[in-house]
């Protein structure tokens, strides 16, 4: 059975920081890009950041310099590291995994940025 699954959610005030992890399990993790997308009241789906199987990492604009992706393949697990959080910040996170045309959603965490 595929899981993905988040913690690391919150609440956090302007400036400060969250580490968001995803654990996985079900599938050949090493074998899978991972994702963070982000969505929030009234706006569309949002790519945070991807790693791909070999490490290459990629964001999107407006965390680009905050955000740090990481991932563990011998611990099916990977984190998003943030810093500088901003309100608008503030979303569900889901965690993604995908390879070729497979391709596996988390349930999501939610994050808070306000004072």
């Known amino acids: 059975q595929v899981q993905l699954v988040e913690s690391g959610g919150g609440l956090v005030q302007p400036g400060g920081s969250l580490r968001l992890s995803c654990a996985a399990s079900g599938f050949t993790f090493s074998n899978y890009a991972m994702s963070w997308y982000r969505q929030a009241p009234a706006r569309g789906r949002e790519l945070v950041a991807t790693?791909?199987?070999?490490?290459?990492?990629d964001y999107g604009a407006s965390v680009k310099g905050r955000f740090t992706i990481s991932r563990d393949n011998a611990k099916n697990v990977v984190i998003l590291q943030m810093n500088s959080l901003k309100p608008e910040d503030t979303a569900v996170y889901h965690c993604?995994?995908?390879?070729?045309?497979?391709?596996?959603w988390g349930q999501g965490t939610q994050v808070t940025v306000s004072s």
């Open positions: 993604h995994a995908q390879f070729s045309l497979s391709y596996y």
């Open positions: 790693i791909t199987r070999g490490g290459f990492t």
